[in-house]
């Protein structure tokens, strides 16, 4: 998966107002209508960003290139939750551990607030380093970073990120069987 982590960390920094055209180039699709720049300067991109770069890394369907604006608005984490169950690329969350290039999607108990970033290390003693869209830039828009996140057991054994639950870990050992040939898991 060093592929994914590859592309993502081309776009650390940027959003609609620092770096445009890379902003634009991942959040956006090719396909994606009239007036769709001025729609992705305003809205949160964790998910388009990791769509994007899935695109990006050669993942195709119509999850990652059929146009989001202005048909597909408001489905970004549905169209990733349908690209990896279609794919098979759901892990267990009993025995996960973040893995290099692996994606989380963390939500809180209502399934409400859901987030979603890219593993750019394995994660140990919970700390995981990530690179995710959706973070606040200061200009109304939304920016890509990197950061080191803490991942804590609770007591019932799932994984929190802050007050947000770990509900989905997406690659698996099937990952890296549904990209092109120089895209693997390790």
Not at 55 to 65: H, I, K, N, S
Not at 89 to 112: C, K, P
Request: glycine letters at 12%; hydrophobic letters at 40%; a negative charge.
């Amino acid at each position: 998966m060093q592929k994914l982590v590859e592309i993502a960390q081309k776009y650390v920094g940027c959003s609609a107002f620092s770096r445009p055209d890379d902003y634009f180039e991942v959040v956006s699709r090719p396909s994606d209508g009239p007036g769709a720049r001025e729609y992705y300067r305003t809205v949160s991109s964790c998910a388009l960003f990791v769509l994007g770069v899935l695109r990006l890394a050669g993942v195709d369907g119509p999850e990652t290139a059929s146009p989001y604006f202005p048909a597909r608005v408001g489905r970004a984490f549905a169209d990733l939750e349908e690209l990896a169950g279609r794919l098979h690329l759901f892990e267990s969350l009993a025995a996960t551990e973040l893995l290099t290039g692996d994606i989380f999607i963390v939500a809180n108990e209502s399934g409400g607030d859901a987030h979603t970033g890219i593993c750019t290390s394995d994660c140990h003693e919970g700390l995981v380093n990530t690179i995710e869209g959706g973070q606040f830039d200061g200009h109304g828009s939304t920016a890509i970073g990197a950061f080191t996140r803490r991942f804590t057991r609770r007591f019932d054994g799932r994984w929190m990120l802050g007050s947000r639950l770990l509900c989905y870990v997406i690659a698996g050992p099937d990952f890296a069987a549904t990209l092109p040939p120089d895209v693997s898991r390790r």
